[in-house]
T-cell receptor
């Protein structure tokens, strides 16, 4: 079945450092979504990417969708303590079902 | 709007007991789904529904039943609880017609089977 792999599983950074998480699919995706889950909370939708090679920015967050629509990345510039949490990518192929990656847990040393 | 409401927030069950996790949304979303979250496993789809009266299985459906009698409600039933079903359960909903909307998640039910 469709699989979405996400790396790294954990990342610890100093506040102010950059952070990147990568998502790879075994199959071509129609779109990919990114979610953030704060500790003890629930996933919250951040963004959706649809087009090949698409790049979107939300303040310090930059999201990319690969040319082959099989991979994606989330990059955070100059992390802040409010960025702590687990970041999930989720890929959709055709129908509504989303397949989530395992998530990258980001911790930050202030 | 309340969004997606899940009850209960916490539950402890004995092995073999049954229970229903409730999920309700007030956004008129056609699509609803149940995920379980386990450490290192991400979110795994249990069951989903694309509209009232229609349900289908996800990745890990065994041991769970669902029904969708109304647009608003999508309960998840554990028939005979097993320790392997200890997990955090999330209900999520979205619009069906457009793929431009992300999922709205409930706050989760933390379920422990002893």
């Amino acid at each position: 079945g469709q699989q979405v792999m996400q790396i790294p599983q954990y990342q610890h950074v100093q506040e102010g450092e950059d952070f990147t998480t990568y998502c790879n699919s075994s199959t071509t995706l129609s779109n990919i979504q990114w979610y953030k889950q704060r500790p003890g909370g629930h996933p919250v939708f951040l963004i959706q990417l649809v087009k090949s090679g698409e790049v979107k920015k939300q303040k310090r967050l930059t999201f990319q969708f690969g040319e082959a629509k099989k991979n994606s990345s989330l990059h955070i510039t100059a992390t802040q303590t409010t960025d702590v949490g687990t970041y999930f990518c989720a890929g959709r192929r055709g129908a509504q079902k989303l397949v989530f990656g395992q998530g990258t847990r980001l911790t930050i040393n202030p | 709007n309340a969004g997606v409401t899940q009850t209960p927030k916490f539950q402890v069950l004995k092995t073999g007991q049954s229970m229903t996790l409730q999920c309700a949304q007030d956004m008129n979303h056609e699509y609803m789904s149940w995920y379980r979250q386990d450490p290192g496993m991400g979110l795994r789809l249990i069951h989903y529904s694309v509209g009232a009266g229609i349900t289908d299985q996800g990745e890990v459906p065994n041991g769970y039943n669902v029904s969708r009698s109304t647009t608003e409600d999508f309960p998840l039933r554990l028939l005979s609880a097993a320790p392997s079903q200890t997990s955090v359960y999330f209900c999520a909903s979205s619009y069906q017609g457009s793929s431009n909307y992300g999922y709205t998640f409930g706050s989760g039910t933390r379920l422990t089977i002893v």
